[in-house]
């Protein structure tokens, strides 16, 4: 999906010259798609104690406090730059939660439990996919297959399943895919099919039950 129309062109023309009416605009048109990219993307152990709403709202006011940052970052999309300032966001969050977890001498991380920063997102793919493709039959199943898929996503080389979470579950398009991660859309493109290739591969040799 696309926002990219006149309209939205000439807001990131005046986010460029620094107007925060257009900030406003910009984030309230985005603000679906930054939050699926906060419920996606927040670790699972943290899912009960980070509020989405809360995090979108310190985003909004880093974006603003950081406004002319986008003037001269080259940076053409407001939504990539936004969904960078949320993402920076949430990994701040991320670590505040996780110090204080490591200070509190009365509980013991399970060695199961994997806090992640954002970027991170087997676990939080691998979840979701069993739950698209997972059969009633298969509940029983569940926990295992969750691990084991989220193992088999882990062999994937990194930036293909990055792509692949950016493109399936963020729903981002190729040129936004190609500018979030720093590489030309041909290359976006190329690798955003290998890596559906292989995720074909795994949920065949993992998830007998699994239909992608």
């Known amino acids: 999906m696309s926002?990219?129309?006149p309209a939205t062109d000439e807001l990131s023309r005046r986010l460029s010259r620094g107007d925060r009416h257009a900030l406003a605009d910009l984030f309230t048109l985005y603000r679906d798609r930054l939050e699926q990219m906060l419920h996606f993307r927040v670790?699972?152990?943290l899912a009960g104690r980070l509020d989405i709403d809360d995090l979108l709202q310190e985003s909004y006011l880093a974006a603003a406090k950081r406004i002319a940052a986008f003037e001269h970052s080259g940076e053409h999309s407001p939504l990539v730059w936004l969904r960078l300032i949320t993402l920076q966001t949430l990994t701040d969050q991320c670590r505040r939660h996780l110090?204080?977890?490591?200070?509190?001498?009365?509980r013991e991380l399970s060695i199961h439990a994997r806090m992640t920063i954002p970027g991170a997102t087997s676990a939080s793919m691998a979840?979701?996919?069993?739950?698209?493709?997972?059969s009633p039959s298969g509940v029983v199943m569940r926990a295992e297959a969750i691990q084991q898929l989220e193992d088999a996503i882990d062999s994937m080389e990194p930036i293909d399943r990055e792509i692949l979470a950016l493109r399936h579950f963020e729903m981002l398009n190729n040129k936004e895919t190609a500018a979030v991660?720093?590489?030309t859309t041909d290359a976006a493109s190329i690798r955003?099919?290998?890596?559906i290739r292989r995720l074909k591969e795994?949920?065949?040799?993992e998830c007998p039950e699994s239909k992608p």
Do not use: E, H, K, N
């Open 127 to 134: 979840s979701l996919l069993i739950g698209q493709w997972t």
């Open 202 to 205: 795994i949920c065949t040799d």
């Open 3 to 5: 926002y990219t129309c």
């Open 99 to 106: 110090a204080a977890q490591r200070r509190d001498a009365g």
């Open 181 to 183: 991660l720093g590489i």
């Open 43 to 45: 670790p699972a152990q």
């Open 192 to 195: 955003y099919v290998r890596a």
